[in-house]
């Protein structure tokens, strides 16, 4: 089974500061993509960070980072001075070789001033 | 810029009264999704286009039909909505097969009166 599962349903940081948010995945695949999709309230979800499987070095873009564990089969979410407009579901998803792109079931992050 | 657009928003309909959703895309990309998102959930895959053909996911439910008249176009029509089949239909894209991210539009918020 290749299934995606992110334990925190909702998570809470103080602007400024850093927040992780955690996902783990069950994949028999070696070579495969992981995925951070954001979605803020009445928005469209995009693209937070995408990872290689097949790299060792932790993807980042800006303030977001990832902690790649492969043996361990975890894909955590770094967010860095954390600002108001993060709030959002943050999904991690694990894209199959059949199209079919597997979310967990999400973390509400909130932001508070 | 490229994008993924979807019409209508916002959609009403009566239980029963058939509906069409539709989604454009300006990517050029080869694969269309269209996923059924309910409050605070994940998406769920209903099906998706590989160019022109078409794949079904094994529980998506025999009222949810779609179509993909060229590359830029895909609908999904509801052939007799149920109080059930409320939820907001997001349309995505992708360049090709499997490891690549999927972009999404803004969705459609459908609801049935």
């Known amino acids: 089974a290749q299934t995606v599962t992110q334990s925190q349903p909702e998570m809470s940081v103080q602007e400024a500061e850093t927040v992780t948010l955690s996902c783990t995945y069950d994949t028999s695949e070696s070579d495969y993509y992981l995925f951070w999709y954001k979605q803020p309230p009445s928005r469209q979800m995009i693209l937070v960070i995408r990872?290689?499987?097949?790299?060792?070095q932790n993807a980042t873009e800006n303030r977001f980072s990832v902690n790649f564990q492969k043996a361990a089969k975890s894909f955590s979410l770094k967010i860095s001075d954390s600002q108001l407009g993060d709030a959002a579901m943050y999904f991690c998803?694990?894209?199959?070789?059949?199209?079919?792109?597997?979310f967990g079931a999400g973390t509400r992050l909130t932001v508070k001033p | 810029d490229a994008m993924v657009i979807q019409n209508p928003r916002y959609q009403v309909t009566q239980f029963g009264k058939p509906v069409t959703l539709s989604c454009s895309q300006t990517?050029?990309?080869?694969?269309m999704y269209w996923y059924q998102q309910k409050s605070s959930q994940a998406p769920k895959l209903l099906f998706h286009y590989y160019d022109k053909d078409f794949n079904n996911e094994a529980d998506t439910p025999d009222n949810f039909q779609s179509r993909r008249p060229n590359t830029s176009f895909c609908f999904l029509d509801i052939r007799s909505p149920g109080l059930g089949d409320a939820a907001m239909y997001l349309c995505?894209?992708?360049?090709?097969?499997?490891?690549?991210?999927?972009?999404f539009g803004p969705g459609t918020r459908l609801t049935v009166t």
């Open positions: 990517l050029n990309h080869n694969v």
């Open positions: 998803a694990y894209p199959r070789y059949n199209n079919d792109m597997r």
């Open positions: 990872q290689e499987a097949y790299k060792q």
């Open positions: 995505a894209t992708s360049r090709d097969a499997s490891r690549y991210e999927q972009y």
